[in-house]
């Protein structure tokens, strides 16, 4: 539990906040003191996770939505714009990596299918939030991006992340004139866990699982401090990013890594 009050006050809307790095953010803001609302198209996972928190008397409620879709995060943006009245925070969570393999071996359905989840669900919401903060004169949009792009094996989920950047920067340009901020956070491997939802049925392949045994050894043969992350220090990082703490920081992606080359 922090000992920080940063949010009170304030309201967060947290997407993929069912489970990893989400949802560890969605507590890490609820343990500050925001209201918070979590966005997630799983369901039963997200019941859990608004029940869990409501048992330690913090205030959450849940927005389900296809986020891959123009259409799903508009309706998003609506209805968490109509739980809050204000939204302070918006954090763009959702995405990962499908399939790990070299680029010739991937498949054109398995390129779609890794931008459909990894690069659409940021476009959308940040097109769909940007209105309602430019109204409001304020926010903080907080992209989750990667250090894939610095990475083998997943180029088209490594080209999603770059495209996170890329927005993260380019929108700050943008809503910077009306009090707006946009702050991009770049987490390495973290040990989040069995994922409750997994991304693909059937799970992976023997060779899939060489490759990911290789790109974790890779990863902390290369990273200084010599271990993956826990989802509560790369939720630590986001929420500094969307606090005031972070007021003059913008258009910027924090790597967080343990010091893997960014």
């Given amino acids: 539990m922090s000992n920080c009050r940063r949010f ?3 309201n967060v809307v947290v997407t993929g906040g069912a ?5 560890a953010a969605l507590e890490r803001f609820a343990d500050e003191g925001a209201r918070v609302v979590l966005v997630d198209r799983a369901e039963e996972q997200a019941r859990i996770v608004v029940a869990q928190l409501a048992e330690r008397g913090f205030d959450c409620a849940m927005v389900l939505a296809d986020l891959e879709t123009c259409e799903g995060a508009q309706a998003a943006v609506a209805e968490a714009t109509e739980i809050l009245g204000v939204i302070d925070v918006w954090v763009n969570n959702v995405g990962g990596t499908i399939w790990a393999k070299p680029f010739l071996e991937y498949e054109k359905t398995e390129i779609m299918a890794e931008v459909q989840r990894s690069l659409w669900p940021t476009m959308w919401c940040c097109h769909a939030i940007t209105p309602v903060m430019v109204r409001q004169r304020s926010g903080v949009i907080v992209n989750v991006s990667s250090l894939a792009p610095r990475v083998t094996h997943r180029i088209p989920y490594s080209a999603c992340k770059g495209g996170v950047n890329a927005i993260t920067t380019c929108l700050a340009w943008e809503l910077g004139e009306y009090g707006i901020r946009v ?5 390495g ?3 989040a866990g069995p994922r409750a ?3 693909r049925p059937g799970g992976m392949t023997e060779q899939e699982q060489r490759v990911w045994q ?3 050894a890779q990863y902390l043969e290369r990273t200084m401090l010599g271990r993956n992350a826990r989802p509560e220090e ?3 990082v986001i929420v500094f990013a969307a606090s005031d703490d ?3 920081i913008t258009g910027e992606t924090i790597p967080v890594g343990g010091g893997y080359p960014a």
């Fill in 8 to 10: 009170v006050g304030k």
């Fill in 19 to 23: 489970q990893g790095i989400g949802r």
């Fill in 183 to 187: 702050i991009g956070v770049a987490p």
């Fill in 189 to 191: 491997a973290t040990d």
């Fill in 197 to 199: 939802v997994p991304r």
């Fill in 214 to 216: 290789h790109l974790g």
């Fill in 234 to 236: 790369q939720a630590a």
């Fill in 246 to 248: 972070a007021s003059y």
